[in-house]
């Protein structure tokens, strides 16, 4: 936070003195560069959090990486003509701060909250676990009282003792083990839905943490752990498997002509239209990184693969996606390769 305010000092200076020795200008530059990179960053890295989206989020600091740079609105409802090349304007540096604080505070509760969810349900299977341990232990002692009673009767051969201890002896056990059924019981009950919250946490967050968030896909860890199983399933079943990766054509073009925004929503129809192109079950999508997509398509043998690529080409050159105040078409390229004897995951890939 120091070098943070120690920055933006020096970068309010600089804007100030344009004359100052040194080349201010070029040093200007640089500081908002670097400062729209960091936004940038911020956006590309995020996770969905109860307040916003991954996606919202995105777009918020690409907006704020537009002001920092060219002094365009900082807000999607700000009606506020962009500079012209040339123009002076005005950099809203403390609201910027606001932004960043608040993000992050929202970040550190989310994890926080989520992390506290884990810990509770942990503690209480434990604690579970504990109460039960110990209701056993309280009925164990009662059941050897009854049978140390019964033992010295029939230690001492005396039949009106056994008589008279063995019904009240065989009830009090018999009540005993009926607490303990009953105990464990629910605490089975008890334990099993807490364990079922875990695990519903858990599917959620294994979810997140394998799905794109943009995109809605399969992300490139996912498709990292699913590949080798997906080749091996293959090859017991003695089907073939085919491996294609998408690339979409020329799509820095878009970001630099209409922005990071437009180019997630192309992304975004890309995606779409692949899984629409490719539906079944056990199709594989996933977003490889950036503008790549890769998909995993099991019993599809060369002949199949040829006609699938050339719909998916034809899909795509019918996509008009709106990007705001332009629509655009889009082109993709694919390459793609049944799995042979003898491949391996990196083989396969090359």
């Not at 640089?30 to 996606?55: I, P, Y």
Request: charged share 30%.
């Amino acid at each position: 936070a120091a070098r943070w305010r120690t920055g933006m000092a020096t970068l309010h200076s600089v804007e100030q003195h344009d004359a100052a020795p040194g080349d201010p200008r070029a040093l200007r530059d640089e500081a908002l560069d670097a400062v729209a990179a960091l936004l940038r960053a911020v956006g590309k890295h995020s996770f969905d959090t109860e307040k916003t989206s991954r996606s919202r989020l995105k777009a918020r600091c690409e907006r704020w990486a537009r002001h920092v740079l060219i002094g365009a609105p900082a807000h999607e409802d700000d009606p506020s003509p962009t500079p012209r090349p040339g123009q002076a304007f005005k950099r809203s540096w403390s609201e910027l701060n606001r932004f960043l604080v608040e993000h992050r505070r929202d970040e550190v509760s989310f994890v926080e909250a989520r992390s506290a969810r884990f810990k509770g349900a942990l503690v209480d299977l434990i604690q579970g676990l504990r109460n039960a341990v110990a209701a056993d232990h309280d009925i164990d002692i009662r059941i050897i009282e009854q049978l140390s009673v019964l033992e010295v009767a029939a230690r001492d051969g005396d039949l009106e003792k056994l008589r008279e201890h063995v019904p009240a002896a065989v009830g009090s056990i018999r009540s005993s083990l009926d607490q303990r059924q009953r105990t464990v019981r629910d605490q089975l009950k008890r334990m099993g839905a807490r364990l079922g919250e875990l695990r519903t946490d858990l599917a959620t967050s294994r979810r997140e943490a394998e799905t794109d968030a943009l995109t809605k896909v399969y992300n490139r860890r996912a498709f990292d752990a699913t590949i080798g199983d997906t080749m091996q399933l293959a090859l017991g079943a003695g089907e073939p498997l085919t491996l294609a990766i998408i690339d979409i054509d020329h799509f820095k073009k878009v970001n630099d002509t209409y922005g990071h925004p437009a180019g997630d929503k192309v992304i975004a129809a890309v995606a779409d239209t692949i899984v629409r192109t490719f539906p079944r079950q056990n199709d594989f999508i996933a977003r490889y990184g950036g503008e790549e997509f890769v998909a995993l398509l099991r019993d599809v043998d060369q002949t199949t693969a040829q006609m699938l690529m050339s719909r998916l080409l034809r899909k795509i050159r019918g996509l008009k996606v709106n990007t705001g105040d332009h629509t655009t078409s889009v082109t993709v390229s694919v390459g793609f390769t049944v799995m042979r004897d003898g491949d391996k995951v990196a083989s396969f890939l090359e």
